[in-house]
């Protein structure tokens, strides 16, 4: 899914269809993933948005929402611009290095 954006302006997504589109992406891989019941059943999003915006209670509220609809069957893995995304982060912070 991409949607186009003009240099310069400021293209904010709504949360509330983002969400939807997160529960529904959710939804329709389900019986994908039933298929293989014996194995672990793991979702993993890209996000891409064209404002470049990731805070950390979307990271969280998606990672619930798959949970939710998955009945915590399935783990729910986040990409933002193809780079992993640790849970409890935003797209703007990086992880701790641990010596």
């Known amino acids: ?3 186009g954006c003009v240099l310069g302006t400021v293209c904010n ?3 509330d269809k983002f969400f939807e589109k997160v529960r529904s992406t ?6 994908q993933l039933s298929k293989c019941p014996h194995q672990r059943h793991v979702l993993v999003l890209n996000i891409i948005t064209p404002d470049a915006e990731f805070p950390i209670k ?5 990672r619930n929402i798959v949970d ?3 009945g915590g069957s399935v ?3 986040i990409l933002f611009f193809h780079k992993y995304l640790e ?3 935003a797209a703007s912070e990086r ?3 641990v010596d």
Request: hydrophobic content about 40%; glycine content about 4%; proline content about 10%.
């Open 75 to 77: 783990i729910c893995e």
């Open 26 to 31: 959710a939804v329709n891989a389900l019986p």
């Open 1 to 3: 899914m991409f949607r």
């Open 95 to 97: 992880p701790r290095q």
């Open 58 to 62: 979307w990271n969280t509220k998606i």
């Open 87 to 89: 849970p409890g982060l």
């Open 68 to 70: 939710e609809v998955s």
């Open 13 to 15: 997504v709504r949360e």
